[in-house]
């Protein structure tokens, strides 16, 4: 919501202040320029990345407009789902197979949606349980599979982000290729007077004014928006890393979810009493 917010506020005042200084809207209207500079924008990234990366861009795009959907509430979910699992997980490890193995249609993970439609989260939790139900690893070992796991998650995250970045610097060169082709159109109407020359110049740096605009005032806010909630989820999945540790050192599910709810970034952190009442409700909805 806040993304949207602050591109109409953007979009707003560069246009006001243009207004203001009694510009003609008009002249900005150059779809030719709005061609070349997001078609070859467009094609560089197609170039320079692969569909996977492609698809990645789009989808956190879409979402940044809705937020990450990362808060206190799906912080409590995560640690109410573990707690769950652990408990279950506990008393007869061989019980969760079939949570584990089709997590849309568990009773548990149906429970708790911010867990379940957090593809990596519940992919990263279902993963490991399996690991933990198949063989007796060591804390240390299985610590060392998490971490692998999150390593690949954090290095996708870095080429996206890396990658919207990219285009982002490549914009204002672009306005320029732009605004160099609308001149050698001008040089051809040197002959039909200054009005037309000028509203010809007038619309090649249009080129440049929209190559500048979207790199710094859309494109870099929205690569940083993206890196936000992408760090966000990320932090998500390390307090299910840290309950799913807990457990395996042997410590029991209340415990467990303790050792999340401490892990948790301060901005969403329940407290203890809430932790606590969460996980004694846990499995009533």
């Not at 197979?97 to 867990?115: G, L, Q, T």
């Not at 401490?262 to 901005?267: A, G, K, L, M, Q």
Request: with cysteine; charged share 20%; aromatic share 6%.
């Amino acid at each position: 919501m806040f993304t949207i917010v602050g591109a109409i506020v953007t979009t707003v005042c560069v246009i006001l202040g243009y207004v203001l200084h009694h510009g003609n809207l008009a002249v900005l209207w150059q779809p030719t320029e709005l061609l070349i500079i997001g078609g070859a924008a467009i094609g560089s990234l197609v170039m320079a990345t692969n569909p996977y990366i492609i698809k990645g861009i789009i989808a956190n795009s879409i979402k940044s407009l809705k937020g990450s959907g990362i808060n206190k509430a799906a912080y409590i979910e995560l640690l109410q789902c573990m707690f769950e699992l652990i408990k279950m997980a506990s008393a007869n490890p061989i019980s969760i197979e079939p949570h584990v193995e089709n997590p849309e249609n568990s009773d548990i993970f149906k429970r708790y949606p911010a867990v379940l439609h957090n593809h990596h989260c519940i992919d990263f939790i279902c993963d490991t349980l399996k690991v933990q139900i198949a063989s007796s690893l060591s804390p240390y070992d299985l610590e060392d599979l998490m971490n692998s796991d999150l390593d690949i998650v954090t290095e996708e995250e870095h080429t996206l982000v890396g990658s919207i970045n990219r285009v982002s610097d490549a914009m204002p060169g672009l306005g320029i290729v732009a605004a160099v082709l609308g001149v050698v159109i001008t040089m051809g109407k040197l002959t039909q007077g200054k009005e037309v020359i000028g509203m010809s110049v007038a619309a090649a740096l249009v080129g440049t004014f929209l190559g500048i605009l979207a790199s710094y005032g859309y494109l870099q806010p929205l690569g940083a928006k993206i890196e936000s909630n992408l760090k966000e989820e990320m932090r998500f999945m390390i307090t299910a890393k840290i309950c799913l540790l807990a457990f395996s050192k042997g410590v029991n599910a209340k415990v467990c979810a303790e050792f999340g709810r401490r892990s948790i970034p301060t901005e969403f952190r329940p407290t203890f009493k809430e932790v606590d009442e969460a996980t004694a409700n846990a499995g009533k909805k």
